[in-house]
């Protein structure tokens, strides 16, 4: 089912909407697979997206606590 979003979607629109919910831009994005999980997302990466989906759309860079 998902495959078949990006297919209708396209996968312009799915590497966007990625950037946005927290994916680097420079990342590598496989073209046409993204939904497969084929492409190389750092562990923070999906982390920022995961707290995206979390607080309704608002994202938030990642804060790195050196020290408490």
Known sequence: AFIQVEHALGSAEVARMAVEMGVRP???LADGYLT?????ISPLEMATVSATL???????????????
């Not at 497969?36 to 190389?40: D, E, F, I, N, R």
């Not at 979390?54 to 408490?68: F, K, N």
Request: hydrophobic residues 30%.
């Open 26 to 28: 420079t990342t590598k």
């Open 36 to 40: 497969l999980g084929v492409s190389s």
């Open 54 to 68: 979390a607080s309704e759309g608002i994202r938030r860079d990642p804060t790195v606590i050196s020290r408490i």
